[in-house]
């Protein structure tokens, strides 16, 4: 079965480096998706770099700009095979790039999981 599961991340302050942990649900055993929006507008196309890393570190590494083509409905989630271990955690990143229109504004990385 497939469903989903986020992490928010606020972002309060221009520049800002926000590190991230969350737990994914015990019974996810696989990612094979991951998509990232912001709840705010930008001036222009980068808003931040997003990075998220599976399996406490020891798993697969995703380092991406997070644009305005990423904050729309219409973008596709970024493709990934990453099983899970038992008890996984997914551990990353926000970096601001300085071209959010108003401050705080929230990242929310959604990660498309099977329990199969």
Not at 19 to 29: G, I, N, Q, V, Y
Not at 36 to 55: E, G, I, P, Q, Y
Not at 65 to 85: F, G, H, N, W, Y
């Amino acid at each position: 079965m497939i469903f989903f599961h986020f992490t928010s991340v606020s972002v309060t302050a221009s520049g800002q480096i926000v590190r991230f942990t969350d737990k994914l649900p015990a019974k996810a055993k696989y990612c094979s998706g991951v998509f990232m929006s912001a709840n705010t507008h930008h001036h222009t196309k980068a808003l931040a770099n997003v990075s998220v890393v599976f399996n406490a570190g020891s798993g697969q590494t995703i380092n991406q700009m997070l644009t305005v083509k990423d904050s729309s409905k219409k973008a596709e989630p970024l493709i990934v095979m990453q099983p899970l271990d038992e008890n996984a955690t997914v551990k990353g990143f926000v970096k601001d790039y300085g071209n959010a229109a108003a401050y705080p504004y929230v990242v929310k990385i959604y990660y498309k999981l099977k329990d199969e």
